[in-house]
């Protein structure tokens, strides 16, 4: 799996976006981007996945780079539910979805 | 619909102690299962993962073990724990190919003393 880089946290407003940055400058060509979050004490939850085209669903969008270098999830209106840890992750799309490398991610902060 | 079931919630247990931590998967047949591990304030580490009865692939060294007895069971031993298995641990599962999602359990913290 290629490896990626997050922010360590960031801070958003409630009623506002957050931006989540990530980099994967290592991504190969049939490798996807997914995005996961934990909020605190509970188990992940899967929020989108993409190839090329930006994505967008009832939890966020998701826009990745014409390079494919890097992505970044959008949560539209940001609440306080949403302070969690968000985690970038890229792998095949075939392989075993379980079988993911999660880092650190990035720890969202929602203030109201 | 598809649920899971992993307990206890939190465990504190002696060193030198045995371990068994169970994970149940309902409303689905043939599951890839998978046990993390994840330290204070960090990321996920993989542990086991099973894509059949039997079947228990080990990703780290380490002083547990795993077992699938049925289809939708995955289980997590240890027949002495150390000080270094306090963490919390999460089961998950996903289906053999089409949907790219994994689906965790809410974990169980455990602490060795």
């Known amino acids: 799996d290629a490896k990626t880089t997050q922010p360590p946290s960031m801070d958003c407003a409630e009623g506002r976006a957050a931006n989540l940055p990530c980099n994967h400058s290592t991504i190969s060509g049939n490798e996807y981007v997914y995005w996961y979050r934990q909020i605190h004490s509970q188990g992940p939850q899967y929020i989108i996945h993409?190839?090329?085209n930006n994505e967008t669903n009832e939890m966020a969008s998701l826009i990745i780079t014409e390079d494919r270098k890097s992505s970044t999830l959008i949560l539209p209106h940001a609440t306080l539910r949403d302070t969690a840890v968000y985690y970038c992750i890229v792998r095949g799309l075939n392989t075993n979805a379980g079988k993911s490398t999660f880092g650190d991610g990035t720890t969202l902060t929602v203030k109201p | 619909s598809q649920t899971i079931h992993q307990w206890p919630a939190t465990l504190v247990q002696p060193v030198g102690s045995p371990l068994s931590l169970e994970c149940t998967v309902e409303?689905?047949?043939?599951?890839?299962l998978y046990w993390y591990r994840q330290a204070a304030g960090r990321g996920l580490q993989l542990l086991f993962y099973s894509v059949g009865i039997g079947q228990i692939s080990s990703e780290v060294p380490q002083n547990l073990s795993a077992s699938r007895p049925q289809d939708r069971q995955f289980i997590l031993s240890s027949k002495k724990l150390l000080l270094s298995d306090s963490g919390f641990y999460l089961c998950?599962?996903?289906?053999?190919?089409?949907?790219?999602?994994?689906?965790f359990g809410q974990g169980t913290r455990l602490t060795v003393v």
């Open positions: 993409g190839l090329k």
């Open positions: 409303g689905t047949s043939n599951p890839n």
């Open positions: 998950a599962w996903s289906l053999w190919a089409g949907d790219p999602r994994a689906f």
